[in-house]
């Protein structure tokens, strides 16, 4: 009877861990949807997963600056801001591009997911805008999905690596910023999953529509190869096959390259001579734990940087060529012993993200079992520097609510202004100077703007709003915060209103910044114009 007994016990032990299992990926389903929908404004959306900055405020578009959209203060933003006009523009028609977009015959290459974008948006511009910034989400639920493929939900192993893909640094930064990474990774997966069933044509097709989305999608078409039989006519057929993989991006790099000449820079900088780039990060890596940096940031990069150091060194020592995926992640081991600084630099830098395709064929390849567990884990740690793309920004010092709603009222918040800030339940923003909010009334009736919040200096001064000639609020101001009240009439278009200082802004304490004053917590509530008494 104890032989059964222990075959029973362990039948219940196994139900139980796959059931805990599943608990465990529904968690990290809401945990991901939740983290994402602390990214939503009412005002302009899930637009600041797009990373626009005002630093392209004076080239953007026109379709960009008629759509209320997210703006970081003081940044340039990061390549998603670009892929989102090309979506806006998908057959790149538009002359404002080669102003507002960097290098573009080097970004109109990618061009694939601004096109789904677009096709998703139902060619609406503010529609293609919210499509462009969720299209990573949609891709992430649909990977994750994919990946059960290889990791069934069945053992808390196949969940660490589940996890290790799906919350790596690369995906997460991906999905953060509107990037073409992780959806690239999805096709990929598709591709080699074709490819493990037999479906080798579907495969090669999904790899053609891959390397639309990003160019290095390509080399994963390694994953075709047959090495199991090698022939002249095997290597004649790999040739053709990877001909064909290739030729709808050569025919839309001869599209581009018609349309607007060569790249200024076709990417070349990204490359430099073996093992150059990754020591000069290891270098880095390891003198960033300094006194004034974000410890968690130093420790992110250092196991980013070990962990895909680990994955490289597992395709080198561990020889498997008859296994597409291995293949895959050879490709990508050697590519990134050639990735030069601008893909290593940063905290934790971009290339997490470019070699995605090597982290997932590593958590696949990595064999079962205990004695591989302490790779597998070490071979993740890139997760560590996660927290900071789930990060949302401050949230905005004002609020638009009222009878109009905040869809007819854009408040914007123009020069003069240091990013929000927020902590204890406060929002705020402080100005070095004279500042402005810009007011867009979108409704074809003048309405009624009450605001209501604080108001607190770096010392004793007067501060003044003003819209035009008229002043709307005059007062004196302390460090101290006291009550802002005050109202105007905003006409069909644009207002703006000036809170201005008759003293210039000094530093308090340690903060490098100049402060003048700062307005916290302001509500700003639409109603109609009163009638006349």
Partial sequence: MRPRTQEMGAKRGRLIECWFVRAASVVCFVVFLWAVGKFYSPVTGFTSLISIGDILNGTKVTGLRQVPHY?????????????????LHPTLDNPELTKAIDNLPYRARRMLFCWVAWLLGLGQPAWILQAHALLNVLCWLGLAGLLWRWFPPNSVENFLR???????????????????????????AVAIAWLESGRRGRAAAVLA??????????????GLAEPASPSLRGALRFAGTMLVVALPLFAWMAYVRWKF?????????????????????????????????????????????????????????????????WRVGTVFAAMMIFLSTPVWEGYPGAFTRVLLPMSLAFNVLVPRGARWLPLLLAGNLSVIATYREVTPPAAEFFRVTGQAGPAAVNVVPAQGWYGPE???????RWSGGDSELRIRNGSREAVQLRFDGRIAAADERRVEVVSGELVLWSGAVQLK?????????????????????????????????????????????????????
């Fill in 71 to 87: 703006i970081y203060d003081d940044s340039a933003g990061y390549d998603g801001a670009y892929y989102a006009q090309l979506a």
């Fill in 162 to 188: 589940w996890f290790g893909v799906m919350f790596s640094h690369g995906v997460c930064m991906s999905v953060r910023h509107s990037l073409v990474d992780a959806p690239s990774l999805l096709l990929v």
């Fill in 209 to 222: 529509l891959a390397g639309l989305g990003k160019e290095t999608s390509l080399l994963a078409a390694s």
């Fill in 261 to 325: 000449g060569p790249a200024a820079d076709p990417g070349l900088g990204n490359f430099t001579l073996p093992l150059v780039g990754l020591a000069e990060k290891w270098a880095v890596a390891l003198a960033g734990f300094r006194p004034d940096e974000d410890p968690w940031l130093a420790w992110g990069t250092l196991g980013s940087t070990l962990a895909l150091t680990l994955q490289m060194l597992f395709f080198v020592g561990r020889w498997r060529p008859a296994e597409a995926w």
């Fill in 422 to 428: 927020s902590g204890d339940g406060s929002r705020w």
């Fill in 481 to 533: 915060a006291t009550p802002l009240h005050f109202a105007c009439i905003a006409p069909p278009g644009e207002t703006r209103l000036r809170f201005v200082s008759e003293l210039p802004a000094r530093n308090i304490g340690t903060d490098p910044r100049k402060l003048s004053f700062n307005v916290s917590n302001l509500e700003i509530v639409v109603g109609p114009v009163p009638a006349p008494p």
